[in-house]
């Protein structure tokens, strides 16, 4: 039983094992307490002890790099699933302390490094590294540079990277490199070696927000330099709940050429609240919409909400615009706007709103706000229409900024 209970294979999801293929570089991108420091860990068990899959040999020298030293020794070597507690009795290493290195019994060495250290890695040399979360690395070029000098022992070296995702310079590098196998996975993959009241108080809490995401799901979210919203400006306006509100608005960017089936139809719902505010409620895009298919989500919004108006777009088949949503509804008015100016000059008033604080969104909308962090000057970051962009900035604007002329043109009813 103590064999089988120690045999990773069998229990390991697959984005806890080695990917195939001839690569250098495994990098492991996950939540918190998604099992990547298992993964970790396992691995460089399998390279010592020279299990098949994880390397063509078994490796006699490789390199343990923490964000600390605290770190290497309270979570690589001795935590939860640290080296030491996850190897069977007659193979586990001895733990070194006074050298930072762990020796297994077949004479493989694991040597411990600190990222706040790179220079210590200047000299020794490695057939197999684990980096962990190199995402949190202090000095994370000058440490994985010196790292990639020590890899220079045996017939194939490698290396894998465990880390929680952050858009700094190394990890985004990683990510981008097409050589690099990645592997992915959220908190809740691994639900059943998680308390439950972690997952509800926790991720509960945090599902959707950019901590969330980042912490949780294991996204790596990253903000355009010249975007004009910032993921931490939206998180820090953000609110569980909108106080009363004096009006109501649902703002559709219909897909151009309102008869045809398209990319995406941008709706979203925006609130005024007593405090002079804007709170945005819902985003109910609809995605490769038919026409009746975008306007039933439209109207039904609509209604749900009791809103005040419902603001389309008609610079591309306006008579069409109302016909499709009078063919669903025809006691919804339509109130009829039409861009006058580019998007980003449209979304600038709306983007100083948000600076302001003005402008607020009621709990987390991840598919709209990853659209505004991707917004820049030549729009969005993938080239795709920012269709819940628009529609946002039609709510806003209609709400907030049409009296004041800074609006686009009102077209009539």
Request: net charge neutral.
């Amino acid at each position: 039983m103590d064999v089988f209970s120690h045999d990773w294979a069998v229990w390991a999801r697959d984005d806890q094992l080695p990917p195939p293929g001839d690569w250098t570089t495994w990098l492991v991108l996950g939540g918190r307490g998604a099992g990547k420091t298992r993964a970790g860990a396992e691995w460089v068990r399998g390279l010592a002890l020279g299990h098949p899959g994880g390397s063509p040999a078994k490796a006699g020298r490789i390199a343990l790099v923490a964000e600390t030293y605290a770190d290497l020794r309270e979570v690589m070597i001795d935590g939860p699933s640290g080296l030491l507690a996850i190897h069977a009795a007659h193979e586990r290493p001895t733990y070194e302390a006074s050298r930072r290195r762990l020796v297994w019994p077949n004479g493989a060495v694991a040597l411990g490094f600190s990222a706040e250290d790179p220079e210590a890695l200047r000299g020794p040399q490695f057939d197999a590294a684990w980096a962990d979360e190199i995402g949190k690395w202090k000095y994370g070029e000058e440490a994985w540079t010196m790292l990639q000098f020590g890899l220079r022992l045996g017939p194939r070296p490698r290396q894998v990277a465990t880390t929680t995702p952050r858009a700094v310079p190394l990890v985004k590098r990683l990510a981008g490199d097409a050589s690099v196998a990645i592997s992915r996975a959220g908190t809740r993959a691994n639900a059943a070696n998680l308390a439950p009241g972690f997952l509800q108080a926790v991720v509960g809490a945090y599902r959707g927000t950019r901590l969330g995401r980042q912490e949780l799901d294991g996204e790596l979210l990253d903000d355009r330099e010249d975007a004009l919203w910032s993921r931490e400006q939206i998180e820090r306006t953000r609110v569980a709940a909108a106080p009363e509100l004096t009006r109501i608005v649902v703002a559709v960017d219909p897909p151009a050429g309102a008869a045809r089936r398209s990319d995406a139809c941008g709706i979203v719902c925006v609130g005024l609240g007593r405090d002079g505010r804007a709170y945005v409620l819902e985003d109910a895009t609809v995605s490769n919409p038919r026409p009746e298919a975008w306007a039933a989500k439209a109207v039904a919004l609509y209604r749900r909400l009791e809103a005040d108006a419902l603001v389309a777009e008609v610079n591309q088949g306006g008579d069409m615009v109302r016909a499709v949503i009078a063919g669903v509804d025809p006691g919804v008015p339509v109130r009829a706007v039409r861009a006058t100016r580019g998007k980003w000059l449209r979304a600038e008033p709306v983007a100083a709103l948000y600076a302001q604080g003005k402008a607020v969104h009621v709990g987390p909308h991840p598919a709209l706000e990853d659209e505004m962090a991707g917004f820049g000057l030549d729009g969005l970051s993938d080239g795709r229409s920012p269709d819940r962009v628009d529609a946002l900035v039609w709510a806003v604007t209609h709400l907030m900024l049409e009296a004041k002329g800074r609006g686009p043109r009102i077209v009539g009813l």
